[in-house]
């Protein structure tokens, strides 16, 4: 069964920090690589930060760089998301998603890279 659950969602103030986290089921684990996505109010679902499993390159969203930090922990199949200096921009359903084998990390990431989807959790930032 695949399974793709989030958790650590939540309302901060702007410059405040929150983790999400998502537990993966091991077949889906196997993909190769997973990422977070976030889709905020009238905008498209942008890709925010992915790492492979086998660790080696990671990708950031330029608006997040240097805020965001990806981080998997093999053993437990978690995919967690470290949220720092957090601004009302950042506002948005968070999505943890594993992407279709072979995927590169040197390029924009696009919804149409996800093989599976997490039901998302909400982040709100209030200036």
């Known amino acids: 069964q695949v399974q793709l659950v989030e958790s650590g969602g939540g309302s901060v103030q702007a410059g405040g920090s929150l983790r999400l986290s998502c537990v993966v089921s091991?077949?889906?684990?196997?993909?190769?690589?997973m990422a977070w996505f976030r889709r905020a109010p009238g905008k498209e679902r942008e890709g925010v930060a992915a790492?492979?499993?086998?660790?080696?390159?990671?990708y950031y969203a330029d608006s997040v760089k240097g805020r965001f930090t990806i981080s998997l922990d093999n053993a437990k199949k978690t995919l967690s998301l470290q949220m720092n200096s957090l601004k009302p921009e950042d506002t948005a359903m968070y999505y943890c998603?594993?992407?279709?084998?072979?995927?590169?990390?040197?390029?924009?990431?696009?919804?149409?890279?996800?093989?599976?989807w997490g039901q998302g959790t909400q982040v709100t930032v209030s200036s």
């Open positions: 790492a492979y499993t086998g660790g080696g390159s990671t």
């Open positions: 998603a594993a992407l279709k084998y072979g995927t590169s990390l040197s390029s924009v990431l696009r919804p149409d890279d996800v093989n599976y």
């Open positions: 091991l077949g889906v684990y196997s993909s190769n690589c």
